[in-house]
């Protein structure tokens, strides 16, 4: 990880690789004309107040993510100016906001890996503003090269931004230095979960997942218990065992309690960890498989959820269940056909194998349910329908309770987790009925993502307050890296986890 450090050295005099500054979009009246931010005075001032038109003449704008690279003045310790985009000027007295100034730090540090130092002197209003560029720096700074090697000994590539020194931070101000830590426990716990998600299936079954989190757990103090096939089997969870019936990778059910003496309200998380995902007998055709070792993002985004809530200290009792299977066609593969009896007792005629990741969810949501918490929160990458919905940035939100969706939402927004609430029409429920079970793991084909919503609801038990995040859009990142956020596994939903456990943990989960 990047070590990051708070400065109130002036930037002509810092010794670093680059010093990184901010740019944002002109005005109307001047809407190619690039204005620098705060944070840039000493590199506006040794360019005797030209830096924008300078920038204008290299082709900046402004525009959020853009980078712009130029020689450092004379008399900096520094070589290099990054200036990078903010996008469109604040109004007058207000901030950038976090968000852009989370985005921008992630792209200079991204542009600036193999470097040893870097100076960011992006604009810091307050301490929230020096938390986001921490966590920016950090999160874009990620990289996962575990498997890759340049055939030397060493690894392909350039090594990741080593230090950052915040700029403008004050670091004997309690509130700056509370937001670095809370940014790199964050970070830290976020970039261990896009670890998870890009090792491969081969080197991540369950039990190999269930072992990092005990792991993690004895390291930071949580309570941890991991069923087995024969505990399984013993409880009843008919539908993990369902959907890992066909691997010669067993099946286990990990449960994760961080408790605070404090502690006022209990938030359960269940993560659907599907360590890989061919389909099952309804096989998924080629061009939809190979990245499918990203199906166990949800139960990697509650574990870092869970962690990062013990490294904080958080004053409220955090269960992380992850339920972990993996889904491979065999002989003893659950069949289109076959029914299951879950573990709340209800059977469900399994009409599709590769819809597995509802019946691993059915049964922890049931499991989390018997301890009664104030609020239960699962975060899958459920379906495909989602994404067809709402693109591959932002994940959708369903609840049980509409308070509690917008408390959801809201903690999403503020953390800068593109995320939207989606409704639970009643009458697709009915798409659902069989003929055979009590339920079909199945229904309409027109609003999926909905059906699977409806689907969990099934076994949250009554009177707890529930939500649903569907994150099949946002887990794993297909195209290029943008903003803090990298090509492969992503982390999404942990970020609103943790702000949902710091909401409960100061009473408020509505």
Request: hydrophobic content about 45%; glycine content about 14%.
């Given at each position: 990880?990047?070590?990051?450090?708070?400065?109130?050295?002036?930037?002509?005099?810092?010794r670093?690789?680059?010093?990184?500054?901010?740019?944002?979009?002109?005005?109307?009246?001047?809407?190619?004309?690039p204005?620098?931010?705060p944070?840039?005075?000493?590199?506006?001032?040794?360019?005797?107040?030209?830096?924008?038109?300078?920038?204008?003449t290299?082709?900046?704008?402004?525009?959020e993510g853009e980078?712009?690279?130029?020689?450092?003045?004379?008399?900096?310790?520094?070589?290099?100016v990054?200036?990078?985009?903010?996008?469109?000027?604040?109004?007058?007295?207000?901030?950038?906001?976090?968000?852009?100034?989370?985005?921008?730090?992630?792209?200079?540090?991204?542009?600036?890996?193999?470097?040893?130092?870097?100076?960011?002197?992006?604009?810091?209003?307050?301490?929230?503003?020096?938390?986001?560029?921490?966590?920016?720096?950090?999160?874009?700074?990620?990289s996962?090269?575990?498997?890759?090697?340049?055939?030397?000994?060493?690894?392909?590539?350039?090594?990741?931004?080593?230090?950052?020194?915040?700029?403008?931070?004050?670091?004997?101000?309690k509130?700056?230095?509370?937001?670095?830590?809370?940014?790199?426990?964050?970070?830290?716990?976020?970039n261990?979960?896009?670890?998870?998600?890009?090792t491969?299936?081969?080197?991540?079954?369950?039990?190999?997942?269930?072992?990092?989190?005990?792991?993690?757990?004895?390291?930071?103090?949580?309570?941890v218990?991991?069923?087995?096939?024969?505990?399984?089997?013993?409880?009843?969870?008919?539908?993990?065992?369902g959907?890992?019936?066909?691997?010669?990778?067993?099946?286990?059910?990990?449960?994760?309690?961080?408790?605070?003496?404090?502690?006022?309200?209990?938030l359960?998380?269940?993560?659907?960890?599907?360590?890989?995902?061919?389909?099952?007998?309804?096989?998924?055709?080629?061009?939809h498989?190979?990245?499918?070792?990203?199906?166990?993002?949800?139960?990697?985004?509650?574990?870092?959820?869970?962690?990062?809530?013990?490294?904080?200290?958080?004053?409220?009792?955090?269960?992380?269940?992850?339920?972990?299977?993996?889904?491979?066609?065999?002989?003893?593969?659950?069949?289109?056909?076959?029914?299951?009896?879950?573990?709340?007792?209800?059977?469900?005629?399994?009409?599709?194998?590769?819809?597995?990741g509802?019946?691993?969810?059915?049964?922890?949501l049931?499991?989390?349910?018997?301890?009664?918490?104030?609020?239960?929160v699962?975060?899958a990458?459920?379906?495909?329908?989602?994404?067809?919905?709402?693109?591959?940035?932002?994940?959708?939100?369903?609840?049980?309770?509409?308070?509690?969706?917008?408390?959801?939402?809201?903690?999403?927004?503020?953390?800068?987790?593109?995320?939207?609430?989606m409704?639970?029409?009643?009458?697709?429920?009915?798409?659902?009925d069989?003929?055979?079970?009590?339920?079909?793991?199945?229904?309409?084909?027109?609003?999926?993502?909905?059906v699977?919503?409806?689907?969990?609801?099934?076994?949250?038990?009554?009177?707890?307050?529930?939500?649903?995040?569907?994150?099949?859009g946002?887990a794993?990142?297909?195209?290029?890296p943008?903003?803090?956020?990298?090509?492969?596994?992503?982390g999404?939903?942990?970020r609103t986890?943790?702000?949902?456990?710091?909401?409960?943990?100061?009473?408020?989960?509505?």
């Amino acid at each position: 990880m990047t070590a990051l450090t708070l400065s109130t050295a002036a930037v002509p005099g810092l010794r670093a690789d680059a010093i990184v500054i901010g740019v944002a979009k002109g005005s109307a009246s001047k809407p190619g004309a690039p204005v620098v931010a705060p944070g840039a005075e000493a590199v506006d001032q040794a360019y005797d107040g030209r830096l924008a038109g300078v920038l204008e003449t290299l082709g900046a704008s402004g525009a959020e993510g853009e980078v712009t690279k130029l020689p450092a003045p004379a008399g900096f310790k520094a070589p290099l100016v990054v200036a990078v985009g903010l996008g469109a000027q604040p109004e007058k007295d207000a901030g950038y906001g976090t968000e852009a100034l989370r985005k921008a730090a992630g792209v200079a540090a991204r542009t600036l890996a193999g470097s040893k130092k870097a100076a960011f002197a992006l604009p810091l209003t307050d301490a929230a503003d020096a938390g986001a560029v921490a966590e920016g720096v950090l999160l874009g700074a990620y990289s996962f090269d575990a498997y890759k090697d340049n055939g030397n000994g060493g690894k392909n590539g350039k090594a990741p931004l080593a230090e950052a020194a915040l700029v403008g931070g004050k670091p004997r101000d309690k509130a700056y230095k509370a937001a670095v830590e809370r940014a790199t426990a964050v970070a830290e716990e976020l970039n261990r979960a896009r670890d998870l998600i890009n090792t491969p299936p081969n080197d991540l079954n369950p039990e190999a997942f269930a072992a990092v989190a005990q792991a993690a757990a004895k390291e930071h103090g949580i309570k941890v218990q991991v069923l087995d096939e024969k505990a399984l089997t013993k409880g009843g969870y008919g539908g993990i065992l369902g959907v890992g019936a066909g691997s010669a990778s067993g099946p286990r059910l990990v449960k994760l309690s961080y408790t605070s003496s404090k502690a006022k309200k209990h938030l359960a998380l269940v993560g659907k960890g599907i360590t890989y995902d061919s389909g099952g007998i309804s096989l998924k055709p080629a061009g939809h498989n190979e990245t499918m070792k990203c199906d166990m993002s949800g139960a990697a985004a509650v574990f870092a959820a869970v962690v990062a809530a013990a490294r904080l200290g958080l004053e409220v009792n955090v269960t992380g269940w992850l339920a972990l299977a993996e889904n491979m066609p065999s002989g003893s593969a659950t069949r289109p056909g076959d029914v299951l009896r879950m573990y709340s007792g209800k059977t469900v005629e399994v009409l599709n194998t590769d819809a597995e990741g509802r019946l691993v969810l059915a049964d922890a949501l049931w499991a989390a349910s018997q301890e009664k918490p104030d609020a239960i929160v699962d975060v899958a990458t459920l379906t495909g329908a989602m994404m067809l919905a709402l693109g591959s940035r932002t994940f959708g939100i369903m609840a049980n309770d509409d308070a509690f969706r917008s408390a959801v939402h809201e903690a999403a927004e503020e953390v800068g987790e593109p995320a939207w609430p989606m409704p639970l029409p009643e009458h697709l429920r009915k798409g659902m009925d069989s003929a055979t079970a009590d339920i079909a793991n199945m229904g309409e084909r027109m609003g999926g993502g909905l059906v699977a919503g409806l689907f969990l609801r099934e076994f949250v038990g009554e009177g707890i307050t529930w939500a649903h995040l569907d994150i099949a859009g946002p887990a794993f990142n297909e195209g290029g890296p943008f903003g803090y956020t990298p090509k492969g596994g992503t982390g999404s939903a942990v970020r609103t986890l943790v702000r949902l456990a710091e909401r409960a943990a100061s009473g408020d989960l509505s």
